[in-house]
């Protein structure tokens, strides 16, 4: 057994490994800069220097591409890095000049070559010369569109379009096949002109071939010009056109796979999609109990094909797990789990260009927890200590029934409407331990709570949206967009709790009781929006939001322990009904006043709420408020700036008098006196790509300022260590959040990539603790910086490796409570060596070390992963995959979280060491003679 407890060596030893890697391949490339050529490019009619032309360097025997730089925008250019004593050839390109060709060699003793001023004149007509095919140029620049040749940039036989996109410079993809060209992203990826599978341009990047690819062409998204005609030029998204070797019309692209391993680990699923000129059928089913999702979130998006009908909602795990629009694909719970899905996705367009998309989805988790938590609490005079064991077994089941249809009624008008049914069950068996001290050694109380949860949820929501251009009159728009939800839940609990108050006068109490929660809502929201301009550089916007909503809260408390009792006796004192219903209606109206670069848009918002609460016992209170508020968006170059106020008046549940006492030592209230929370926000964003240095910035910066906020004011009985929860309005409440981030990127060759990340994010918050009447801010501050870098040498090697540390400090104003801080590092490092040709050796080692947990729980956590992939069948398409999870059998499921005056140590049973052996084989059968044959499956 081994363990790994000093974080210093261990940070020392990655980054030591990381420079070394870093400056081993940086070093052997300084060792072969030998040489260069640079020069001027002049345009001979014009009289002017000549921007964004391609100068690429062939060698002179085979006119295998050597490298290529794009002249600045004052013409100049320089290729360094060439090597001497061999005969090359330099190629000049721009689209309506001649081609400019000279054959040159470089010596030790003349290793630079300045070509001066080149005189490039303009071509007899656009076809004047045709390049010769063996020097095609690596980049062509139009005067709105940017040219890739993809066979200037040599990819593995098993490469896709985003290890392709990845050579190409000033195209970045980042870890979740996001893509960006010369820092602004891209929304869409066309094929030949036309969609595929919608508009997410990942279902093209991780599916299509790259050796199909003949040009990749990047041009502005006009769309989203005509949108927004001020839209920064920073801002504007990119669009990808694909000019393939064949055209594609039909095909199949996707996977299987299939896993076993020890311990009874298994895994197994496909996702398959079968497309068919403009129709498209996506279908999946999983299941693996290796608490993991059994896709990626990108798989599920694209392939699954949320993208196309709607994603409504989306819940992500820091460890991988998530959900879309109420469905878990795997990893969604705590504890050991079993994940098992299906569903499919149809699409198709009809006349009129009109698509439809319908689609079903079935997701369930059967959950195992074995969670233990201690608390510390800071009193006044003393620290409230307390331990929970949890044991906890649940079953999660959702199916999901959807659609999408999306109508082009012309060129300026588009009309979209996407209805979904989601039926949920949850059910659990939950037995909670809790031993309570105080000073440690004094104990207080003592819990055994037995509960069971049944839950059912029924879910109707959609959506509908309209917007229309005008012809006539640039930047004149009308939007709408509504949405309606109706649920309906109910969750019955029964719990059987015994519990025990040592001290002078002990004693003991029994519960066994069954709560019944009933909860309605309704809610039917409208939005519109109309843009009129007056000007060339001023505009008006008037936007009406109209909300109307109906949410009912009943609760039935019986007592199920009377003697003698034949039926389940109410309890009228736990027991109560709420129901709310009104409107919420918006006038916001605002100037769009453009000048240059800076673009401001002052306005004013109206709010009305008209709310109307009816309880079972008490009166109704009905609450009527009208609010103005300023607000205002601003953009300089690369700088976007957003002041709003927002009023949110609070939960149903939060108005629910009743008590709910499922945990004796932890008793709920509400409040019916309760009034909206109105929240002042400001944000700051920075985004900005040096094109000369790849380099890319971008910060962040959010802040508010809450009044009337919820807080919850509690109350412990020192004695028994009992507590109550009742939630209360309160002022003084903020929150700062900043994020920085610069990303140079280094790509010689396209063979040798070099990417370097530094990143800090920042989070203040000051909030008001109420404790026996006592009140006290708060200020919880966490400061983490990060460095991370990435490697990859002809796609032979891959180096990643992230290092972040934590610190966190809560301190508070009354000294009655003691200041909590600590620290943690967490490092992750990646390496894979595809050496020999088939084989794909990879491993990860993960490493968490908090400086302060509680006594009994461990400080660090290592955990590392290897596998071995042996490649074959036609072009790579099947895999064997021998794989270790957790090789040092260290690794626990543990953090340290800060709220109020408590610091709590969570530790939860996870997956320990196992082996897998799995089997996947890609599907990726295009029709065409380029990418193969018309089987279904190719060996």
Known sequence: MFHFYPACMKSSLLTCLLLFLMGLPTATFAQNQKGEVKGKLWDVTHKEALPYATIAVYTAQDTTLVTFRVSDDKGSFRVPGLALNKPLRIVITMTGFKVYRKEFTLTAGNA??????????????????????????????????????????????????????????????????????????????????????????????????????????????????????????????????LKLKKGIKQGAFGKVYAGTGTDQRYEGGGILNVFRDTTQISVLGYSNNLNKPAFGFEDISRIGGFNRSGMNSIMVRSDGGFAVNGISFGGTEEGIQRSTGAGGNFNTLLKGDVKVNLQYFYGGIDADLNQVVNSAQSLPNDTLVSRRTRNQDSDNQSHRFGGRIDWKIDSVTNLSFSPSVVLARSASNQGLFTNTFRSINEPLNSSENQQQLDNTTTTFSGNLSFDRSSRKKKGRQFNFYGTYNINDGDQDQYYQVESYYYGQNPYSEFLDQLRDNVVTNRAINTSFSYTEPFSKNLSGVVRLNAEYFKDGNRVSTFDLAGEGAEEPLLLPTLSDKVERSGWRNYVTTSLKWKVKDLTLQPGIRFTLLNIENTFQKLQPIDQDYFYAFPSLTASWKSFNFSYNVNVREPSAADLQPVTDQSNPLFIQYGNPELTPTISHSVNLHFRKFDTKRSVNYWAY????????????????????????????????????????????????????????????????????????????????????PSLSARVNLNDKFEFNESFTLGRRRSVYEDDAFQDIRFSTTTSRTGVVVRVPKKIVWEATFDYTYNSNV???????????????????????????????????????GAYRAIRENFVEDFQTQVLTRYAMLTFTYNIRNFGGKVGGTNSFFRF
Do not use: C
């Open 112 to 241: 630079e070559l300045d070509l001066g001023q080149v005189e490039m004149t303009q071509a007899d007509h656009l076809l004047g010369e045709v390049v010769i095919m063996s020097e095609a140029p690596p980049i062509v620049v139009r005067k709105d569109t940017l040219e890739f040749n993809a066979n200037s940039f040599k990819t593995l036989p098993t490469a896709l379009l985003e290890d392709l996109l990845k050579k190409l410079p000033g195209v970045t993809v980042d870890g979740s096949g996001s893509i960006a060209v010369n820092g602004k992203a891209v929304n869409k990826i066309l094929v030949d002109g036309k969609e595929f599978f919608g508009n997410d341009p990942k279902v093209a990047s991780r599916n299509l071939p790259a050796d199909m690819i003949d040009k990749v062409q990047v041009v502005n998204d006009p769309d989203a010009q005509r949108r927004d005609p001020d839209l920064p030029v920073n801002e504007i998204p990119q669009v990808i056109n």
């Open 701 to 784: 910066l959010s802040g508010s300022i809450s009044n009337d906020a919820v807080t919850r004011a509690r109350t412990l009985d020192e004695t028994t260590g009992q507590q109550t929860t009742r939630p209360v309005n309160t002022d003084g409440n903020w929150q700062l959040n900043s994020s920085t981030e610069v990303t140079k990127d280094w790509k010689f060759d396209g063979q040798r990539q070099f990417s370097l990340t530094a990143s800090l994010w920042v989070n203040y918050m000051k909030t008001l603790i109420i404790l026996n009447n006592l009140r006290s801010y708060g200020q919880n501050i966490s400061l983490n």
């Open 854 to 892: 509680a006594p009994g729980l461990r400080k660090d956590i290592s955990r590392l992963n290897a596998a071995v992939t042996f490649l074959f069948l036609k072009n790579d398409r099947a895999q064997l995959k021998l794989s270790v999870y957790d090789l040092l059998d260290q690794n626990i």
